[in-house]
């Protein structure tokens, strides 16, 4: 196996994630079909899942998580230390696209920083 196919299967995967994250927010979080729906019938999965989604956001869950992971990643050597730091990018992408932005530009800089540092 070449030592770069983790880096080039994560600069396929980051993209795709990126696209996902935000089709949940323009399909599942903006669309005014899903309110409408919602207001009638709570009970339906998206429904149930755009209410926790709304959980998450609003208590920033995403964004500290990856925050959280960032700084661990920073903290770890080897090859831990690059796992994690690609876990931080994968909490962080969706916390950028899902209003938490504030917290979570930090996690995925920290997060990019750990995954291009240098082992020694």
Do not use: K, N
């Amino acid at each position: 196996m070449s030592r770069r196919l983790p880096l080039i299967a994560l600069l396929v995967f980051l993209p795709l994630w990126l696209a996902a994250s935000y089709g949940l927010r323009y399909v599942l979080m903006e669309d005014a079909h899903w309110l409408a729906t919602c207001a009638d019938q709570a009970q339906l999965w998206g429904c149930q899942a755009r209410s926790v989604m709304g959980l998450m956001i609003h208590f920033r869950l995403l964004a500290w998580s990856a925050l959280g992971l960032a700084l661990l990643a920073t903290l770890v050597p080897g090859r831990a230390g690059w796992r994690l730091g690609v876990a931080a990018l994968v909490c962080g992408i969706p916390a950028l696209v899902l209003y938490t932005a504030s917290i979570a530009v930090f996690a995925v800089v920290l997060a990019g920083l750990r995954l291009v540092r240098r082992s020694s």
